[in-house]
């Protein structure tokens, strides 16, 4: 079994008036390559006539950003003429690579009428070879998602990317990944295969768990030791976690703003580009 290294809390940190906790990166731990950056906007309720989201128009170079909508709704547009409204148990993967500019906002319907809003983004590393891949994004509803059950439908799995069992993710990666979000009645308890050199991504939405007798409530991040090929999970609270695994990149990461390279003159030249234009133009 893995063992735990250490539980990391996340910090608050509001933007406007979305409640914001972010557990990644922290002053103890930089990232789990290859995984960066993690933001937990909500739980909250809006009132009707609201602002919605406030990520208007901003550039990304050289990561991916996955989405998870547990309430609410994010409405995307970005440079390369991607434009969707992802409802409640949607995903969004947006492929940064060599540069866009992309908006993440309220649809006009949830800004009108209000209502509970849950949110997560993780940001994802990409390798150096493909830092300056053709961007692309993709979102699908909850319904478009592979899913399937344990424990005779006490844990539900929804399956990002990767492997699991016999079940295969409904997006594609650049570089191998398992990402999944995983819902856990209290008392239900899953055990997943983890290949022993793959940093495991481990981060309590809601509820509480319990590992190796250890108790874990919601808002934690777990870092694991490499030193197993197997993680045994058991809930005690009704939770979501959010499981991933991949092989670490172990290339140098610098991250500054919206953008991450592998040295500082790579990041200058994305702010050069980004101000040239290269990056695609933005319309309103």
Same mark, same amino acid.
């Given at each position: 079994?893995?063992?735990i290294k250490a539980i990391h809390t996340a910090s608050y940190h509001p933007i406007a008036d979305l409640i914001t906790y972010n557990p990644l990166p922290s002053r103890e731990l930089r990232q789990i390559d290859p995984f960066i950056f993690l933001n937990h906007h909500g739980h909250q309720t809006y009132p009707k006539n609201n602002n919605g989201l406030p990520f208007g128009p901003h550039p990304h170079r050289g990561m991916e950003?996955?989405?998870?909508?547990?309430?609410?709704?994010?409405?995307?547009?970005?440079?390369? /003429?991607?434009? @969707? !409204?992802?409802?409640?148990? +949607?995903?969004?993967?947006?492929?940064? &690579? =060599?540069?866009?500019?992309?908006?993440?906002?309220?649809?006009?319907?949830?800004?009108?009428?209000?209502?509970?809003?849950?949110?997560?983004?993780?940001?994802?590393?990409?390798?150096?070879?493909?830092?300056?891949?053709?961007?692309k994004y993709k979102g699908l509803q909850k319904d478009e998602i592979t899913h399937f059950d344990l424990e005779? /439908?006490?844990? @539900? !799995?929804?399956?990002?990317? +990767?492997?699991?069992?016999s079940h295969? &993710? =409904?997006?594609?990666?650049?570089?191998?990944?398992?990402?999944?979000?995983?819902?856990m009645?209290?008392?239900?308890?899953?055990?997943?295969?983890?290949?022993?050199?793959?940093?495991?991504?481990?981060y309590v939405v809601r509820g509480e768990v319990?590992?190796?007798g250890e108790r874990i409530p919601y808002r934690n991040l777990i870092e694991f030791n490499n030193d197993g090929d197997s993680l045994t999970v058991k809930a005690s609270q009704d939770a979501v976690i959010l499981l991933g695994h991949a092989k670490p990149f172990n290339e140098p990461l610098?991250?500054?703003?919206?953008?991450?390279?592998?040295?500082?003159?790579?990041?200058?030249?994305?702010?050069?580009?980004?101000?040239?234009?290269?990056?695609?133009t933005w319309e309103d």
């Open positions: 079994m893995k063992t950003t996955v989405t998870f909508i547990l309430e609410g709704d994010i409405m995307h547009k970005d440079s390369g /003429g991607h434009e @969707s !409204v992802i409802e409640k148990g +949607g995903i969004q993967w947006m492929t940064a &690579g =060599s540069g866009l500019i992309h908006a993440e906002v309220s649809s006009e319907q949830f800004k009108k009428e209000g209502g509970d809003l849950e949110i997560l983004q993780l940001w994802v590393n990409l390798p150096a070879k493909h830092k300056m891949t053709k961007p005779d /439908g006490k844990i @539900s !799995v929804q399956l990002i990317s +990767g492997d699991w069992n295969k &993710g =409904s997006f594609e990666t650049i570089s191998p990944l398992m990402m999944s979000t995983v819902y009645k209290s008392g239900s308890t899953f055990t997943k295969t983890i290949p022993q050199e793959e940093n495991v991504f481990f319990q590992i190796q610098v991250a500054q703003g919206p953008f991450v390279m592998n040295t500082q003159q790579e990041i200058m030249q994305a702010y050069q580009d980004y101000q040239a234009g290269k990056f695609g």
